[in-house]
């Protein structure tokens, strides 16, 4: 039976890699993102035999995820919270103190909050049998200023939401990708030299690919995985080891 799927920041990158996977398999998607354009490009481009839509949310806003809330079937099966990235990319350099917090903020928002209240709003819609699975990040382990601490909260919150979420047969886990070339989350600021020590930090001396975040989704949304949930799963090439 296809099964309904929600990927937030499902237009570009690993959202992207993951709503075509689900896609392929026959699943009705739903993918998000702020900007319309890469979305309809997304689901333009997705093959099916499953179908994907495109839906305008910004995540961190909780007017908008009601707004989507309304758009959306009684019923989603697999909730993937992939919406987020480093917002320090994006500041305006200013070092004041309140500059700090602000810029500070923003990184929670987008990576924590975001993941948090679009969870909540949906919630009582998550289907028995399902999942919901957080995209982290290896800057959880290894400190990235306040997008890593967004990411280790992230990790923190999700035990909170197995717990939660376990009675009804509903799983909650991350995915903690290191580097993955092919997104648009470094936007034009990473240099060849910190790309060649990312990629060397690895055991497989290569750069992750969005692809090798899908695998781990779709374990974690099958049959499979339904005694797994609470976790972290680190899919960084050996970048960093939890051992
Ligand atoms: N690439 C890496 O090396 C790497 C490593 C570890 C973890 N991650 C994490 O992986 C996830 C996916 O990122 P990516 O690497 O695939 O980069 P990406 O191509 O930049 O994808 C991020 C997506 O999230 C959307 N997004 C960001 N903020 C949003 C918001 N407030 N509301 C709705 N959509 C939002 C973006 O679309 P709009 O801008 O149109 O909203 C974009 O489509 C992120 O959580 C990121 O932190 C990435």
């Known amino acids: 039976m ?18 075509a996977h689900f896609a392929a398999a ?21 093959a099916g035999p499953g179908t994907v839509r495109a839906l305008v949310c910004d995540h961190t806003d909780p007017a908008a ?10 019923r989603i099966d697999v909730l993937v919270n992939n919406a987020g990235g480093n917002t320090d990319f994006d500041a305006d350099g200013a070092t004041d103190l309140a500059a700090y917090a602000r810029d500070f903020r923003a990184n929670l928002d987008a990576n924590l909050v975001s993941a948090a209240v679009t969870t909540r709003a949906l919630a009582d819609r998550l289907a028995a049998g399902g999942a919901v699975i957080q995209i982290g990040s290896i800057a959880a382990d290894q400190g ?7 990411k280790a909260g992230l990790a923190s919150w999700n035990v ?10 509903i799983t909650a886990n991350v995915v903690s990708p290191g580097y993955i070339a092919d997104t648009e989350f470094f936007r034009d600021k990473l240099s060849d030299e910190r790309r ?13 690919a969005p692809a090798d975040i899908t695998g781990a989704v779709a374990f974690l949304a099958s049959p499979a995985a ?9 899919v960084n090439g050996g970048a960093h080891s939890t051992r």
């Open 144 to 150: 990235a200023g306040a997008y890593g601490a967004a």
């Open 226 to 234: 339904r005694h797994l949930t609470g976790q972290v799963l680190n």
């Open 26 to 46: 026959g699943d009705h998607v739903v993918i998000t993102g702020r900007r319309p354009g890469p979305l309809k490009d997304t689901a333009d481009a997705i």
């Open 196 to 208: 060649e020590r990312l990629v060397a930090a690895t055991a497989t001396g290569r750069a992750g």
């Open 65 to 74: 995820i009601l707004r989507l809330a309304a758009e959306l079937p009684d």
């Open 160 to 169: 909170d939401l197995a717990r939660e979420l376990g009675p009804r047969g």
């Open 2 to 19: 296809p099964r309904t799927i929600l990927v937030t920041g499902g237009g570009t990158g690993m959202g992207r890699a993951i709503a």
